[in-house]
């Protein structure tokens, strides 16, 4: 067994349902200690949903940049215990796959990250770089109290991050075929359209507001928002839930609800994207409520130090010229981007991700470790 896979096991076997953390960043904090990281817990939320960060650091020689390897301890729900093939907190290994809940999202990731910061030290004891950890136990949940809070508090202490390595699984078939070099944005809007609520034998003492936001809707569906660019797709628009009516077969609802959501990329603004549907709406002459929710601005690390070094470390290791990708949901990355220019996702595949019986190959696991360190010598050398 490997250092990383005893870690990984480990892990895995400390159940940390979002928001709990199950001792996951003490077990890394008492590992990185000894290295000569000064540990801090940073807790955040109501009693009723407390999340628990941990900013751990490493100064390296003087003058040294800052590598932050950043991630999350929480998982999602296990889903039935009954449909499990082995118990999700029972770390199990067969049929050459390593199962248990967070084995791909993301406690390989995280084992590995601690297992390259030894190995690194081991061989460079007063490396020419700085080297963080930033852990949280609410990225799979509302993520209002997580990364954002101390990325907030790192900027308020005039911190200075010059590169950030998360551990979100990446990877498509096979470790380091795929990494995330931004990702899009995410801003979620629910309207609420009014009409006169009525007896449906009589519509003209009523007016529907489904049939009135019908035509406003075909509109905004055919919408070319943009046609995105290089490294972003399209922004795409998308209706997840309609509500209306009383649930009685002869009554015109009062009004209606839509909820909808936008993936946007670096092409269009927030302040674009509102105006340019509200326009639609003004033009129906609809009577509506709107409210915005932004849940992340979209970024991009464009080719350079911090990319150039991940590609290479990877090719490196597995021979793989990885692929450059903005496509997926959004992750932690959206807000450590506001307080560094250099962004990137690596980790192992992903196909198992929020699953039951999740799952990693253990062939998988040492090369996400063994690319890890390699970034890190990459890194060092660029001071």
């Not at 460079?124 to 101390?150: M, Q, R, W, Y």
């Not at 007016?207 to 490294?231: C, F, Q, R, S």
């Not at 797709?233 to 009383?246: D, K, R």
């Amino acid at each position: 067994m490997t250092a990383t896979l005893a870690l990984t096991e480990q892990l895995i076997a400390l159940p940390s349902v979002t928001p709990q953390d199950g001792n996951c960043q003490s077990v890394i904090a008492q590992r990185l200690a000894p290295l000569g990281f000064v540990c801090e817990t940073i807790e955040s939320g109501p009693e009723t949903f407390r999340v628990t960060n941990l900013w751990a650091k490493r100064m390296g020689a003087p003058g040294s940049k800052t590598l932050v390897l950043a991630g999350h301890t929480d998982v999602v729900p296990t889903g039935p215990l009954t449909e499990w093939g082995s118990p999700p907190f029972v770390p199990s290994r067969r049929d050459g796959k390593l199962y248990g809940r967070g084995a791909s999202d993301m406690k390989t990731s995280l084992a590995a990250f601690v297992v390259s910061i030894e190995e690194f030290l081991a061989a460079n004891p007063d490396p020419a770089l700085n080297i963080a950890l930033l852990l949280t136990s609410d990225e799979e949940g509302p993520a209002h109290d997580g990364t954002v809070v101390v990325c907030k508090a790192l900027q308020a202490r005039g911190e200075v991050l010059d590169y950030v390595l998360v551990g979100e699984p990446t990877s498509v078939t096979r470790t380091g075929d795929m990494i995330k070099n931004g990702r899009r944005g995410t801003m979620s809007g629910r309207l609420t359209v009014k009409g006169v609520q009525g007896h449906i034998a009589y519509p003209h003492l009523a007016k529907n507001p489904i049939h009135l936001l019908a035509p406003a809707l075909t509109e905004l569906v055919g919408m070319v928002w943009d046609t995105g660019n290089a490294y972003f797709p399209a922004t795409t628009w998308q209706v997840s839930n309609i509500h209306g009516g009383t649930g009685a077969s002869n009554v015109i609802p009062g009004q209606v609800v839509v909820d909808f959501n936008f993936r946007f990329c670096t092409e269009s603004t927030p302040e674009q994207l509102q105006q340019r549907l509200s326009a639609v709406l003004h033009k129906h002459q609809l009577d509506y409520d709107l409210a915005w929710t932004i849940g992340g601005l979209p970024f991009l690390t464009e080719p350079g130090p911090l990319v150039d070094a991940v590609r290479a470390a990877i090719h490196d290791v597995t021979g793989i010229a990885t692929e450059l990708s903005t496509t997926g949901g959004t992750s932690d990355g959206r807000f450590l981007a506001q307080i560094c220019s250099q962004v990137v996702e690596l980790g192992p595949p992903n196909a198992s991700i929020h699953k039951i019986d999740e799952h990693i190959r253990l062939e998988d696991i040492e090369p996400v470790k063994n690319i890890y360190r390699r970034v890190l010598d990459k890194l060092a050398k660029l001071a």
